[in-house]
């Protein structure tokens, strides 16, 4: 017999307090077998059939995903990461620590009985522990899809008694172990709002009851029907003009002339032309996440229309950085990167050819064509010397990695650029891969990287493609590119 459901127990020698704590749970267990719980029977013991092999919580885990927020995804995931730490945690300690026998089934009515009983040992209860780690896992990231989860993973816990298959104080030390298992994620991948940027510098921008004085551009071509949905029933007296993707900059023209704050949703790209609008008429800006990415609005934890309507009525704001470039008559400003490279030709390339073939198939096509070309997509002039380079990154704001590739801000206004290169070489994927791939600790001999506020660039080579937020345009010649620091007003929900 394996050590996992050997049910040996040495005889322990007399401890008082032991010996009564011991006495107390088998009387709690005696207790909650002869107590007639009302409309548990049909229900409990199912419920505790279905969480085994963690059943219940990959379904749960499923459908909060199906919200499809952003913070419900994360907090699906961050569930399903605490259970499986606290599942092998479980497995490989606790079960083979404490090698308790299962209680006797006699008190148990016959119904409540479990088809197929457990051989393993009683202490802890690894389906407490798995319930306690997937609703806390899920609160921490989401306290709201956590206050809905609670409710399931106490009845699970509370079934293990029900049915007869563990003591109270085993699923009181498991529900213990799995919270336990929720925190150390939390301590390993810390939550959004741990990581968020901080309040500062706080703006004065008006606030906004019910939404009167707002006049919000939504791009219709980015779906974003279910959050202006959200957004006009927190704030019911703004004013939202949805249109075509070609009209966003008139729409966002004539809006700025009438408003006493301009609102966007969609993309980075309409809200990058959003924040022109917004600084030409010095108007504070409220952004409502409606593109895929949406980088500036999930790195300003602006993630639906509750969190933004609560900032608008509330007049909560912040001042960011904004990022400016200009080469020759092109100039531009960005909120999250600007590249020069191949990514810009990736970008050009996939553009090319998604109508015909669909997006995913024409990602794949343009990243093969643009690595497989033997010329270098960039020759730039640094310090009087011309360097070939595969890409040049430049962040508003410094990026941390979480991953292969730059991840987030946790400062919109820390009055840096961030300058990452790739140089040139004779083997553009592996050059690139090993860039990605390089940490803050190890370097990458491809792979540089910089915090300036300034950057100037001569010697572009005439129609070097530059892409910005989400845009594409050419550049030529000499090209600078700096901070504005603090310069636009946004809002954004304060702790």
């Given at each position: 017999?394996?050590p996992?459901?050997?049910?040996?127990?040495?005889?322990?020698?007399?401890?008082?307090?032991?010996?009564?704590?011991?006495?107390?749970?088998?009387?709690?267990?005696?207790?909650?077998?002869?107590?007639?719980?009302?409309?548990a029977e049909?229900?409990?013991?199912?419920?505790?059939r279905?969480?085994?092999?963690?059943?219940?919580?990959?379904?749960t885990?499923a459908?909060?995903?199906?919200?499809?927020?952003?913070r419900?995804?994360?907090?699906?995931?961050?569930?399903?990461?605490?259970?499986?730490?606290?599942?092998l945690t479980?497995?490989t300690?606790?079960?083979?620590?404490?090698?308790?026998?299962?209680?006797?089934?006699?008190?148990?009515?016959?119904?409540?009985?479990?088809k197929?009983?457990?051989?393993?040992?009683?202490?802890?209860?690894?389906?407490?522990?798995?319930?306690?780690?997937?609703?806390?896992?899920?609160a921490l990231?989401?306290?709201?899809?956590?206050?809905?989860?609670?409710?399931?993973?106490?009845?699970?816990?509370?079934?293990?008694?029900?049915?007869?298959?563990h003591f109270?104080?085993?699923?009181?030390?498991?529900?213990a172990?799995?919270a336990?298992?929720?925190?150390?994620?939390?301590?390993?991948?810390?939550?959004?709002?741990?990581?968020?940027?901080?309040?500062?510098?706080?703006?004065?921008?008006?606030?906004?009851?019910?939404g009167a004085?707002?006049?919000?551009?939504?791009?219709?071509?980015?779906?974003?029907?279910?959050?202006?949905?959200?957004?006009?029933?927190?704030?019911?007296?703004?004013?939202?003009?949805?249109?075509?993707?070609?009209?966003?900059?008139?729409?966002?023209?004539?809006?700025?002339t009438?408003?006493?704050a301009?609102?966007?949703?969609?993309?980075?790209?309409?809200?990058n032309?959003a924040?022109?609008?917004?600084?030409?008429?010095?108007?504070?800006?409220?952004?409502?996440?409606?593109?895929?990415?949406?980088?500036?609005?999930?790195?300003?934890?602006?993630?639906?229309?509750?969190?933004?309507?609560r900032?608008?009525?509330e007049?909560?704001?912040?001042?960011?950085?904004?990022?400016?470039?200009s080469?020759?008559?092109r100039?531009?400003?960005?909120l999250?990167?600007?590249?020069?490279?191949?990514?810009?030709?990736?970008?050009r390339?996939?553009e090319?050819?998604?109508?015909?073939?669909?997006?995913?198939?024409?990602?794949?096509?343009?990243?093969?064509?643009?690595?497989?070309?033997?010329?270098?997509?960039?020759?730039?002039?640094?310090?009087?010397?011309?360097?070939?380079?595969?890409?040049?990154?430049?962040?508003?704001?410094?990026?941390?990695?979480?991953?292969?590739?730059?991840?987030?801000?946790?400062?919109?206004?820390?009055?840096?650029?961030?300058?990452?290169?790739?140089?040139g070489?004779?083997?553009?994927?592996?050059?690139?891969?090993?860039?990605?791939?390089?940490?803050?600790?190890t370097r990458?001999?491809?792979h540089?990287?910089?915090?300036?506020?300034?950057?100037?660039?001569?010697?572009?080579?005439a129609?070097?493609?530059?892409?910005?937020?989400?845009?594409?345009?050419?550049?030529?010649?000499?090209?600078?590119?700096?901070?504005?620091?603090a310069?636009?007003t946004v809002y954004?929900?304060l702790?």
């Amino acid at each position: 017999m394996s050590p996992d459901v050997d049910l040996t127990v040495l005889k322990p020698g007399r401890h008082a307090l032991r010996d009564r704590l011991l006495a107390l749970d088998c009387r709690l267990f005696e207790r909650a077998a002869a107590r007639n719980w009302p409309l548990a029977e049909p229900v409990l013991p199912r419920l505790s059939r279905s969480a085994d092999h963690g059943v219940l919580w990959f379904a749960t885990a499923a459908a909060v995903a199906a919200s499809r927020t952003p913070r419900a995804r994360r907090a699906a995931v961050r569930g399903l990461a605490s259970l499986a730490l606290a599942s092998l945690t479980i497995n490989t300690l606790g079960k083979r620590s404490v090698r308790r026998p299962r209680p006797l089934l006699a008190p148990v009515p016959a119904a409540r009985h479990l088809k197929r009983q457990p051989i393993t040992t009683s202490f802890p209860s690894g389906h407490a522990a798995s319930a306690a780690a997937f609703a806390a896992g899920v609160a921490l990231e989401s306290p709201a899809w956590g206050a809905v989860v609670a409710p399931v993973a106490f009845s699970v816990a509370m079934s293990r008694v029900y049915t007869g298959v563990h003591f109270p104080s085993d699923v009181l030390a498991g529900a213990a172990l799995g919270a336990g298992a929720a925190f150390a994620v939390r301590r390993l991948v810390p939550t959004r709002v741990q990581t968020g940027p901080p309040p500062r510098p706080r703006a004065e921008a008006p606030a906004l009851p019910g939404g009167a004085g707002l006049v919000v551009v939504a791009n219709r071509a980015s779906g974003s029907a279910d959050r202006i949905r959200v957004l006009r029933h927190e704030l019911p007296e703004a004013e939202l003009v949805e249109c075509e993707p070609q009209d966003v900059e008139a729409e966002l023209a004539k809006a700025a002339t009438r408003a006493r704050a301009l609102g966007v949703c969609g993309g980075d790209g309409t809200v990058n032309a959003a924040a022109r609008t917004a600084l030409r008429h010095g108007l504070p800006l409220a952004v409502l996440p409606g593109g895929t990415l949406n980088h500036f609005a999930y790195d300003l934890s602006v993630e639906d229309g509750r969190g933004l309507g609560r900032a608008v009525r509330e007049g909560e704001a912040v001042r960011v950085d904004v990022g400016r470039f200009s080469s020759g008559d092109r100039s531009g400003i960005f909120l999250n990167t600007l590249s020069l490279g191949v990514y810009p030709e990736l970008v050009r390339e996939r553009e090319h050819w998604a109508h015909r073939i669909g997006g995913w198939p024409a990602e794949v096509l343009a990243a093969l064509r643009v690595l497989r070309t033997d010329r270098h997509p960039l020759r730039v002039e640094l310090r009087g010397e011309t360097h070939p380079l595969w890409l040049l990154f430049v962040g508003n704001g410094v990026y941390h990695r979480m991953g292969l590739t730059p991840g987030r801000r946790t400062d919109l206004a820390d009055g840096q650029l961030d300058v990452r290169v790739v140089h040139g070489g004779r083997h553009p994927a592996l050059g690139l891969l090993s860039a990605a791939l390089a940490s803050p600790l190890t370097r990458s001999p491809a792979h540089a990287e910089a915090r300036v506020r300034r950057l100037r660039l001569t010697g572009v080579a005439a129609g070097t493609p530059l892409a910005y937020d989400g845009e594409v345009t050419e550049v030529a010649g000499e090209m600078t590119v700096e901070k504005l620091p603090a310069a636009l007003t946004v809002y954004r929900p304060l702790p």
